[in-house]
């Protein structure tokens, strides 16, 4: 088999068309002579034509099923959420052809994606984690990214090429999620401390006090503005973030033995009910220019009684 680095990938393959597979089946499609995807809602009877509709305006093939989309693909990247991970493997294992590549950018535990690997290697596939270091959307396919396994360092000269800004960490597998799990509980856990915090202050009526007390300890943060952004993507994203926080809980969890996850488990917590509130429809209306207060005040009058 030659180094990737000297191969040339015909057709690449996104499992997941949600929005980073959507940023990413666009931005790559100048590379390579052919784009395919497939997910789930494209089985679902009131999204299905919306999601194909959006495919087709994209230039990129919406499949039929995973085994289609493994039948025309030589690079395989999934990006799911964080609790599917081990079931796309399994899915795409049965049918990848021998030599695929399967690139996954998912938020899993160093042991989530020693399992997919597993399960890819094993039926002829070639299998590369991903760390995925911040938030897509302001990147587009230049997001930081780490790679680890094998082929990292070959698969990251590829991508390098393609204008992606990948680096290439360890060729043990788990390496790449360690790092990107260990950062999560800290950007993940802010965003929770965050609501937290400014909506009690809320609450009591104090947050003109507390907030310049952050800003005196920790001067370089404009918490207004950095609290305002907490609340709006957690609100947006809250359930694809409490998956990862329960995938970075495992990871505090594989560790070592005795070795509780209490913060990531609670941090999980907190981002599920802003996202159960978010269902639910408590913020209905707010839009990109609302104020951290604003969210509060929702919060307030759906779920708590005021001292």
Do not use: C
């Given at each position: 088999m030659k180094e990737l680095s000297v191969?040339?990938?015909?057709?690449?393959?996104?499992?997941?068309?949600?929005?980073v597979g959507k940023i990413f089946a666009a931005g790559l499609q100048s590379n390579v002579s052919g784009v395919s995807v497939w997910d789930l809602k494209f089985d679902a009877p009131a999204?299905?034509?919306?999601?194909?509709?959006?495919a087709a305006q994209a230039g990129v093939a919406a499949c039929g099923s995973v085994a289609e989309l493994c039948a025309r693909s030589d690079l395989l990247i999934s990006a799911v959420t964080a609790s599917n991970t081990l079931a796309v493997a399994q899915t795409a294992a049965p049918h990848i052809r021998p030599g695929t590549v399967f690139l996954d950018l998912n938020s899993a535990?160093?042991?989530?994606?020693?399992?997919?690997?597993?399960?890819?290697?094993a039926a002829g596939g070639r299998y590369v984690e991903a760390g995925v270091m911040t938030s897509v959307p302001p990147y587009g396919i230049r997001v930081p990214m780490l790679l680890g396994g094998a082929l990292a360092a070959d698969l990251a000269a590829v991508l390098?090429?393609?204008g992606m800004e990948a680096k290439a960490v360890s060729e043990k597998l788990g390496v790449a999620s360690a790092i990107k799990m260990c950062r999560s509980v800290m950007i993940k856990?802010?965003?929770?401390?965050?609501?937290?915090?400014?909506t009690t202050a809320r609450a009591y009526g104090v947050e003109d006090h507390v907030l310049p007390t952050l800003a005196e300890t920790f001067p370089g943060i404009d918490w207004?503005?950095?609290?305002a952004y907490f609340f709006s993507r957690v609100v947006q994203h809250g359930q694809r973030r409490a998956e990862e926080m329960r995938e970075a809980a495992n990871t505090v969890g594989e560790a070592g033995s005795g070795f509780e996850p209490v913060m990531a488990s609670a941090i999980a917590s907190k981002?599920?009910?802003?996202?159960?509130?978010?269902?639910?429809g408590v913020f209905r209306g707010l839009g990109k220019e609302a104020r951290w207060q604003d969210y509060a005040d929702r919060l307030l009058a759906a779920t708590l009684t005021k001292p």
């Open positions: 191969v040339k990938f015909e057709h690449l393959g996104m499992i997941g068309y949600g929005e999204l299905r034509e919306a999601q194909r509709a959006h535990s160093p042991g989530t994606k020693q399992q997919a690997a597993e399960l890819i290697n390098g090429a393609w856990g802010l965003e929770a401390l965050v609501i937290e915090s400014y207004d503005k950095q609290g981002q599920q009910w802003v996202a159960d509130q978010a269902k639910q």
